[in-house]
């Protein structure tokens, strides 16, 4: 597609950002499944619920535009859910994993935020306010799904990755001292 204004620019990142939610509605479950802490499984399946809304609000701009969502692939997202599928993969404590599925999660949200940043900005400057408090919308769930993902990794499962690695130490009975030498506990 010719790209000759902001309008064109705008319909090119909606599908981007159309491919990315509905490549991320394949993948989220598997993740959230995959979860072993309950507060970061109900944020995933909550996020599930609220990228279908998101793929809706999309789908509505796209009919007020008279554009078809299709036709685009987002190659940003599935290279961060094959990063996640890795993690899937990794022979990893459950806190490590849920440590390692926020980092991706988040990985996810960071691009989505820059993505419908983006599309807020042009739909106000084309004068588009329903297309601007939709893509709003979403953004503010993104970064409301970021802060949560922090919020749950800071409160418990990064102390609780951080203490497993802890506890490993103390059960093959080394520790390491302020030297980087190990001594026996």
Request: a negative charge; one cysteine or more; hydrophobic letters at 35%.
């Amino acid at each position: 597609m010719e790209m000759t204004d902001l309008r064109d620019l705008m319909v090119e990142n909606l599908k981007d950002l159309y491919s990315a939610e509905t490549q991320l509605l394949k993948a989220l479950p598997k993740v959230a499944k995959a979860a072993e802490n309950e507060q970061l499984k109900a944020a995933l399946e909550q996020h599930v619920v609220e990228t279908k809304a998101q793929v809706g609000r999309l789908e509505k701009i796209f009919s007020k535009l008279g554009e078809k969502p299709g036709g685009k692939k987002c190659h940003g997202m599935e290279g961060l859910i094959e990063e996640n599928k890795e993690m899937l993969e990794e022979d990893a404590e459950p806190d490590v994993m849920d440590a390692g599925l926020i980092v991706g999660c988040q990985k996810v949200e960071h691009y989505e935020i820059a993505g419908y940043g983006s599309a807020v900005t042009f739909a106000k400057l084309l004068g588009d306010d329903e297309a601007a408090r939709l893509l709003g919308q979403t953004l503010d769930e993104e970064k409301a799904t970021d802060q949560k993902l922090s919020e749950i990794a800071e409160s418990s499962i990064n102390l609780e990755a951080a203490n497993g690695g802890e506890e490993e130490m103390e059960q093959s009975g080394s520790r390491r001292s302020g030297n980087g030498k190990s001594r026996r506990g």
